[in-house]
């Protein structure tokens, strides 16, 4: 079977499992557990941040993160397609009591003239824009990377407003990976962020959020108010460990066999991808041009060992990640293009 799902069903590595299974853990809520705290020196100095936080997940991690940064009756600025916005249960309005406020952008990226617009002047009838999000890399915007420079150029506008800006990093170490950027730089731009280790870096279960002192201490107490405070969680923690040792470098290896999974169903039907924009290891496939609904495509292809979700109208996302081989994708445009060919 080829698993083109998400790079989050991605299995342990024999090391990581080692690393858990030998792990030497506390208490960390009390502070006490070892593996976790290296953990986040680790995160510390790869980021070049004050602090870290370790989180069972991203939704979580977004969710502290989030609230760590705003207070109720906020408003937070960001993307059409953000994934807090569509996919995270409305976490921001039911948990932190701020409304999102999505503003049009190009593939995920903001216009800094139409963030300095949509600020509210400070009346007491309207809600205070307080923080502006961004995603990188962008998930419905198939894997986007937000360009540095643009990301100075919202820093800028930022300050000039008095915003926080927050950056949703689930996938940070691909879109550094694709852009040459460090993470450091990155996180230097922001206010706040986080990343997941069980995304592109295949580690079990995890992601950290990432920013100043004052921010991070304002994240762990929300994470304790929403049930994330752990025990012994250095079991986990060593895995994320072994994956900053060995899973970011190869990410590039991702990032060739989407690309190479795009130009291949790009040659089968023409207007089915777009193959300049895969940038990272997520390929958006319309299925007008295959001659399927989405659902359909999806249901051929799973009867032949290929899986993938369905991803709105018209639309299926395959993401490649570490278990999923350069053969594999060719096995997958075999079992494509045998598909077409019945259709």
């Known amino acids: 079977m080829v698993d083109l799902r998400s790079d989050t069903v991605t299995v342990p590595t024999p090391e990581m499992r080692h690393a858990m299974a030998t792990a030497e853990v506390g ?65 921001l309005a039911a948990a932190c009591g701020a409304q999102p406020r999505p503003l049009l952008d190009r593939r995920g990226v903001l216009d800094p003239e139409d963030v300095a617009s949509a600020v509210r002047p400070p009346l007491d009838h309207l809600p205070r824009t307080r923080v502006v999000a961004i995603e990188n890399t962008h998930n419905q915007e198939g894997g986007a990377v937000y360009p540095i420079d643009d990301l100075r150029a919202l820093r800028k506008v930022s300050d000039e407003h008095g915003l926080r800006l927050y950056l949703d990093g689930a996938r940070i ?36 959020v990432v920013g100043s002192a004052e921010f991070i201490a304002r994240a762990r107490r929300f994470r304790k108010l ?27 290896e991702d ?7 795009a130009q291949g169903i790009a040659a089968l039907r023409e207007g089915a991808v777009n193959v300049d924009e895969v940038e990272t290891n997520i390929v ?53 293009a045998g598909v077409l060919g019945a259709a």
């Open 27 to 91: 208490d960390d809520f009390l502070g006490e557990d070892p593996t976790a705290r290296r953990l986040e020196e680790r995160v510390n100095e790869l980021f070049g941040a004050e602090a870290s936080v370790y989180v069972p997940s991203g939704r979580m991690a977004n969710l502290v993160g989030l609230q760590a940064l705003t207070e109720p009756g906020d408003e937070v600025l960001c993307t059409r397609n953000a994934h807090f916005v569509h996919y995270e249960a409305a976490a």
């Open 173 to 208: 170490f691909n879109a550094s990976t694709a852009s040459g950027v460090p993470v450091s730089e990155y996180c230097a731009l922001t206010d706040g962020m986080m990343f997941c280790f069980s995304k592109g870096l295949g580690a079990p279960v995890g992601s950290m």
């Open 226 to 252: 929403h049930g994330g405070g752990m025990r012994q969680v250095g079991i986990l923690a060593a895995a994320c460990l072994v994956a900053l040792d060995t899973m970011v470098d190869r990410l590039g």
């Open 255 to 261: 990032h060739a066999n989407a690309k190479r999974l």
């Open 284 to 336: 958006m496939v319309r299925t007008q041009p295959l001659g399927f609904t989405p659902e359909a495509f999806a249901e051929e292809l799973a009867r032949r060992g290929v899986k993938f979700f369905t991803f709105g109208p018209g639309t299926v996302r395959m993401v490649t990640h570490k278990d999923v081989s350069a053969e594999g994708i060719e096995i997958a445009l075999e079992q494509i």
